[in-house]
Each structure stands twice: as structure tokens, then as C-alpha cells.
């Protein structure tokens, strides 16, 4: 069965990693992890949280709207890449007016006579450059709703340069977009603009990471994993590009099983234990969820 709670194991997860999903007649971008979404793209990633408990309600799909959200978010972002291009240098990209289109259009097409119901958390970061007449220097553009978080992870000093705040009506209920929801992009979404360096790790978690890991757990956790893949062959790994690519991929695979390692053991000491312990909550142990996480390198553009 599904999940019943925000905090309950989904176990529909090798059902869930579905690409075949259209909407509009286009393919819908990224993939469900469980009720979770991930989205990668060259400038643009995001990991959204659908809200497992709609799995008990009649047309309930959070899987769907975690998903549809991150697709026209996407959507949103390359087509304003025309006005925060080189040549428009006076202008900026406004993601929090791309997430509210973008829940505009999940309504309609979640909306009668297929109606499907659903929320989930929003978040993502969108890598953007600041021009002026000397210098061109990266701008990392993170928007949050609710409880997934993205990080900014400095390798070389082992420091978090960036990270979200989490947004929650209680314990346990983070602020979400969709069915029955107030919250909304426009009133509740909170944008910030970090100057990274390349060579920076930006990371796109679900809450079944931040949950499950410690800071510092995180951090020695991509630490490890970059020192790693360094000392493999430069040459095995096929270029630049491609070994990058490896990089982040062993990063964010490595953090999924800390963290799942953590959810399964019910002794260990989480994050989610001590807040749940700080409400007055007797708990133990992890929390069984969904964990997501998309991992992301900024480096110089060839060429």
C-alpha cells in the first residue's frame, strides 16, 4: 500500500520512475522517485516533495504534481533565457514568477474532467551570470517552498556556502503547493541569490536526506565521494565534461544510501528524531521516506 503520512515509507517506489507521463503532447521533464521529483538540466536543477498522504484520497497523485510542478518550472526558465541573456545585461531572471506560472498551469491540467489531486514542496536552483564590463561571475538563483532543500557545498575547504531554510505550518507539514493548500508561489516561495565559485557542489535534496544526514555527515559525504572519483583515470572517464558528470553522479548516489542507511536503522540518531523529540514526539531511530537527491557541478562553459 502506500503511504499514509508525511512521514511513512512509500513502497510503490519501483513503480514510480515512470518517463512515459505526456502533458500538453510534450513528454513531462524529469522523474518520480516515489512521490518525489527530480529535474536536471545544464543550468537548472530541482528536486520537488509530493506529499505522500494523498495516496489515500480518491484522484490523489502527489507523484504527478511533484513532477508537473518541476516540468513547467523548467519550461518557465528557458524561456525567459532570452531576456537574461549576455545581451540583456540589465535584466535578471525572476524564478519565483516562473514557479507561479508554473503551478498555474499544473492547476489546469490537474484540473476537471481528469482531475487529479495533490501538493508538494518546491525547490531548485537556477545558475545565472552576472556581466559587467570587467569580470563575468556565476549567481546561483535557489527558490524554496516547504521542507526539500538545496545546498552549496565548497569542496576545497569543506564548508557550506548556502543552504535553505525549512518552511512548515506544524512539525511534519511543510508548506506545499496544490489541492486545499493557501500557500503559493507568489505569497510563500522565498528566492535568494548566492555568488558561487567553480568547482562549487549544488545539491537538490529531498527532505528523506536532510532528515536522515547531519550537516556535516552531508559534507563529509561529498568530500569523500569528489576525493574519490578524483583519483580515478582522467583518461577512463572520457573528458572533462563526462568526468564531471561521474563525479556528480557518485556524489549523489553515495548520499542516498548514507541517508537510507540511516532511515532503515531504527537506534540511529537523525536530524528528524530531534525535532521530533524537541515537540515532545517519542521517537527513535530514522525516518522512512523518499530520498532524491540531484547533485550538480559549476564549471566554465567550454568555448
Known sequence: MPSGSFSDPLSTHNRSRDRRSYVNGEMIRGITNGDDAVLVGENFIGANDGVGAWAHKERGHAALWSRLILHFWALE??????????????LEPDPVAYLQTAYEHTLEATAAPNEWKGTTTACAALLHHVHDAASSEPVLYVTNLGDSQVMVVRPETQEVVYKTKEQWHWFDCPRQLGTNSPDTPNANAVMDKIKIREGDVVLAMSDGVVDNLWEHEIIQNVHESMQRTTRKNHKEAGGDAQEADGRMLDVAKELVKAARNIAEDPYAESPFMERAVEEGLAMEGGKLDDISVVAALCRRRNG
Open 77 to 90: 526558465a528557458e524561456r525567459d533565457a532570452s531576456v537574461t541573456s549576455a545581451a540583456s545585461t540589465s
